[in-house]
């Protein structure tokens, strides 16, 4: 019995210990301009929230900020969202798809600058800058 009790209170003393708890989150959100669509530009943030981007994602920040612990890089989230707007303006309804970067994080350390830095390297996926053309075609 005595036993039995030992290994329940390491058991749950292990699952406390690897599971983190944040007490705020910080988020941006990108809007997907591009695409015809609402279902274009939910294919594109599909395409971009997504594990194996998640993955880059991280390793991208760890490279910018080499002192990112694994713990703050545990709160780090990529989501996409479709958001429906009626304006109280007599404007069109329209639906607003955005990509998500969020973190969860209890003080120890400042989000924004970590969020900042992953909003810019997504930006350019979520929307490229188009070139305009001079009319010369070759």
């Given at each position: ?20 708890t944040y007490a705020n989150t910080y988020a941006a959100a990108i809007e ?96 490229p800058v188009v070139l305009p053309s001079n009319g010369n075609s070759r």
């Amino acid at each position: 019995m005595k036993k039995t009790l030992t290994l329940l209170a390491l058991a749950i003393l292990a699952m406390a210990c690897a599971s983190h708890t944040y007490a705020n989150t910080y988020a941006a959100a990108i809007e997907v301009k591009r695409g015809a669509s609402t279902d274009d530009k939910l294919r594109i943030a599909k395409s971009i929230a997504t594990e194996e981007r998640f993955a880059r994602l991280k390793a991208q920040l760890r490279e910018r900020f080499p002192s990112l612990t694994a713990r703050q890089l545990d709160g780090l989230g990529l989501r996409w969202n479709v958001r429906h707007f009626t304006p109280l303006t007599g404007q069109r309804p329209h639906d607003r798809v955005t990509v998500i970067v969020l973190i969860g994080y209890d003080g120890s350390f400042d989000p924004k600058p970590i969020i900042e830095a992953a909003t810019k390297i997504l930006e350019p996926e979520v929307n490229p800058v188009v070139l305009p053309s001079n009319g010369n075609s070759r």
